[in-house]
Structure formats: C-alpha cells, structure tokens
C-alpha cells in the first residue's frame, strides 16, 4: 500500500498523486453541485437559495475536517519518508480514535444550534425553513464525512491517492442517483438533497471501510495501535488545527459574504450561492496542489530530501498557476452562459456574471498560496498559513466586499474582486516567509 514519493523525476510524482486527487476533489465537489442544479431543475429561488445556504455551512465544516486532517496526512507521510511503520501505523490508529470522538460531539454541539446557524447567515425568510431542514439532516451524517476524509487522508500520507478517488465516485453516483430521486421523485426539496448527500456518505464509507480492512493493504492494525498516545495526537494537532482555524476562517469570510449578499435580496444571494460552487470547481486544481506538496513534501523531508521538497513548491506553483490564468480569462467571456447552467432566473444570471468575471482571478493568487501552504504544513509550520489567511480576511476580504457592496448597489464585480485583493495579500506574506525559511536554514 505505501508508495514511495521521494525518488524518480518530481514533476511526473506530482502528476501521477495530484491526477487521482483532483479527480477525487471533482467529485467530491460534484455533490454540491449536483444537489444544486437538481434543485433548481425541480423547485424555485427560495429552495435553492436553502441548498446553496446550507450547503456553504456543511463545506466550511468539511474543510475543517480536511484541514486537521493533514495532520495526519503529514505524520503519515513523514514516517512513510523515514520507514518507520510501526510509527506510520500509530499515527493511523491515533488519527481513528481523535476524529471519531471529535465526529460525535460536534453532532451534537451543531444539532443543538442549527437554528441560530440559520440566523446568523441572515437567511432571507423563504429559505429558513427549508435550511433548518437541510441542515438538521447534514449534520446528523457528520460522522460519516469525518471518516471518508480521515480514512482518504491515511492512504494519501501513504502515498495512495487513488483509492479515496474510488471511494468518492462510488459517492458521488450515489449522490446524483438519489437526489433525482428524493428531490425529483419525491418532491422532497431541501430535505431530499440532504438525504441524498448523507446516505451517499454511508455508503462510501462502508465500502472504504470493507476496502481497508482486505489483508493486500498491508495496514496490518492491532488494538494497540488506537490506544490514545498524546506524542502523536499532539502532532496530528500541531500541525492540522492551524490548517483546520485557516480553512474555518476562510468559509466564515465566505459566509460573512453571502450575508452581505443576502442582505441585498434573493436574486443576489441566489447569484452568490451559485457562484461560490462555481468557484469551487474552478479552484480544485490549486486545491489539489496544497494536499499534493503537503504529502510529497513530507515524505521528502521524511527522507532528509529538502531539495526535493522545495522543487515540488515550484513545480506546483507553476502547474497551477498556468491553469488558473487560462480559466480566468476564458470566464471573462463565458460567466453568463455558466451560470445559466444553474437557473433561468434572468436577474440572478446577470448578477452571478458580474460577480463570477471579478472573483474568477482568485483561482491564480490561490494557486500560489495554496501550493505554499502545503510546503508550510509540510515543514510542521502550519502556523504560518494560518497568519496570512486571517489577515488577508480581516484586513482586505471581508473589508473589500462590504465596502463595494454599499457603494456599488447595481453590480456585483466589485465584491469578487474583494477575494482575489485578498489573496494577493498572501502571496506577499508566503514568499516573504519562504524567503526566511531558507535563510534561516542556510545558517543552520
């Protein structure tokens, strides 16, 4: 099962990892989309709006599990690099027995609460009900979504990523199967696009599960290996909660837009809604290259390779970057049609042009950032990424967008060009603490 990232040519192991990874992070996308566009095929602007809502708080909490989760993904790897296995296989245990426990008190924690969720993101009046519901029934699958992703972060620090691929596509059909099914069979609404998406996580994780435990794995696991040991927890957090506290404030900043957006009226916050799944296809491949330096990387520095693992941060820079530049423009031609795949509402498909065409430029400033990120959490400074995504929110993203919605009322451009000002604003930071990384390692 472990493969080993630190020899043969860099760019061809960044390609053969990050392939399976991003076809994984398409279709883990897909689920969003796909109860999105389903939605709006069967129902009105007050139920999409409840999906696009609701499903914005359910992303933020799943990136949160993504992100402590690289803890993992780190550790792992690390070990993998060093062939220290039976170090590997409790930092698997360990990563087990932390997020079912984490998993089964934030159910409850957000179960309680669901109702204020609901207020706090200032949901327009024709969207609260159906909200609660799909909210109510997303939060009750969350163990569920915490073991896909701790289970896919294990076979990635072990340097296999394609096998979380398969287990999402299993999901994914599922998904798209049984929201037509809820949704347009049953005229389920909300309440059936959550269904849909919790039942399709079920089965994922059944199958991963029967998956793992086969003897060919080689995770030959025992009882001991789950006993808590706080070296390891300690590690897994180090390095995963300040991804965890970026990744969580980075949704808020979303969040705190769409309730600036809200505050605008349905067809605005139905734009935004479905702008942000957009984006969120459009940024999967400088996604994908966070998580791709992060495991390489670690597995290099495992090895004692640094120089292998700064080539990966380059060679990921420039992949993602060419990508994103391309996307960008093409959108500044295309954003209408694009967002005509998702209602027939003429004012929420102006609306979603104009703010698609300013925040699109995001997706090349992420590139470089994301890609930095990964090398920082792989370099067990995860802290670093931490800083300059909350000052980027605090002192341009959120800024930025209230400041353009109140003086421009007839346009959403402005406020998409709040995300990419703030991004920008990372960059700076990260090359500037590359910079003292290495110095610092030169006097060394």
């Keep these: 099962?472990?493969?080993?990232?630190?020899?043969?040519?860099?760019?061809?192991?960044?390609?053969?990892?990050?392939?399976?990874?991003?076809?994984?992070?398409?279709?883990?996308?897909?689920?969003?989309?796909?109860?999105?566009?389903?939605?709006?095929?069967?129902?009105?602007?007050?139920?999409?709006?409840?999906?696009?809502?609701?499903?914005?708080?359910?992303?933020?909490?799943?990136?949160?599990?993504?992100?402590?989760?690289?803890?993992?993904?780190?550790?792992?790897?690390?070990?993998?690099?060093?062939?220290?296995?039976?170090?590997?296989?409790?930092?698997?245990?360990?990563?087990?027995?932390?997020?079912?426990?984490?998993?089964?008190?934030?159910?409850?924690?957000l179960l309680l609460f669901v109702k204020p969720i609901v207020s706090v993101m200032s949901t327009p009046a024709e969207a609260v009900s159906g909200t609660v519901t799909y909210l109510m029934i997303c939060f009750i699958g969350i163990p569920f979504i915490t073991a896909y992703n701790i289970i896919s972060s294990i076979f990635r620090g072990l340097g296999d990523s394609k096998s979380p691929m398969y287990f999402i596509a299993i999901s994914c059909i599922a998904n798209i199967a049984l929201d037509y099914l809820f949704i347009g069979g049953f005229h389920m609404g909300p309440a059936g696009a959550a269904l849909g998406t919790t039942l399709s996580q079920t089965i994922s994780v059944i199958v991963s599960i029967l998956v793992i435990r086969r003897p060919k794995t080689g995770l030959n696991l025992k009882k001991a290996h789950f006993k808590p040991q706080s070296a390891i927890m300690g590690q897994i957090l180090k390095i995963g909660t300040p991804v965890a506290l970026q990744d969580g404030f980075i949704q808020i900043a979303f969040i705190i837009i769409t309730i600036i957006a809200n505050r605008r009226g349905l067809d605005d916050a139905a734009a935004v809604g479905i702008v942000e799944k957009v984006i969120g296809?459009?940024?999967?491949?400088?996604?994908?290259?966070?998580?791709?330096?992060?495991?390489?990387?670690?597995?290099?520095?495992?090895?004692?390779?640094?120089?292998?693992?700064?080539?990966?941060?380059?060679?990921?820079?420039?992949?993602?970057?060419?990508?994103?530049l391309t996307i960008a423009t093409a959108i500044q031609f295309t954003s209408e049609p694009v967002i005509a795949l998702f209602t027939e509402d003429p004012g929420v498909i102006r609306l979603g042009g104009q703010y698609l065409r300013g925040y699109v430029w995001d997706c090349v400033f992420l590139g470089i950032h994301f890609s930095f990120c990964g090398y920082f959490c792989a370099c067990g400074m995860s802290g670093i990424s931490f800083l300059h995504n909350v000052l980027s929110i605090i002192l341009v993203r959120v800024p930025g967008a209230y400041l353009a919605s109140r003086y421009f009322t007839d346009t959403l451009y402005p406020m998409g060009l709040a995300a990419p000002a703030g991004s920008l604003l990372s960059v700076i930071i990260c090359v500037a603490a590359f910079i003292w990384i290495k110095r610092r390692r030169s006097r060394l």
């Design 281 to 324: 296809i459009l940024i999967l491949l400088p996604s994908t290259m966070l998580s791709t330096v992060s495991a390489l990387s670690a597995q290099n520095i495992g090895a004692g390779k640094q120089e292998r693992a700064d080539q990966t941060l380059w060679y990921a820079i420039s992949i993602a970057v060419g990508f994103s």
């Design 1 to 109: 099962m472990e493969k080993n990232l630190t020899t043969g040519s860099v760019f061809k192991n960044i390609i053969f990892f990050s392939l399976p990874y991003l076809l994984s992070y398409l279709l883990q996308t897909l689920y969003g989309m796909a109860d999105l566009f389903i939605i709006g095929q069967f129902n009105g602007v007050a139920q999409i709006t409840a999906v696009s809502i609701g499903s914005q708080v359910m992303h933020m909490l799943t990136v949160m599990i993504v992100g402590l989760a690289m803890g993992s993904t780190v550790t792992i790897g690390k070990a993998v690099g060093a062939k220290n296995s039976s170090y590997a296989l409790a930092a698997i245990g360990n990563t087990a027995a932390l997020f079912m426990g984490l998993s089964a008190a934030a159910t409850l924690l």
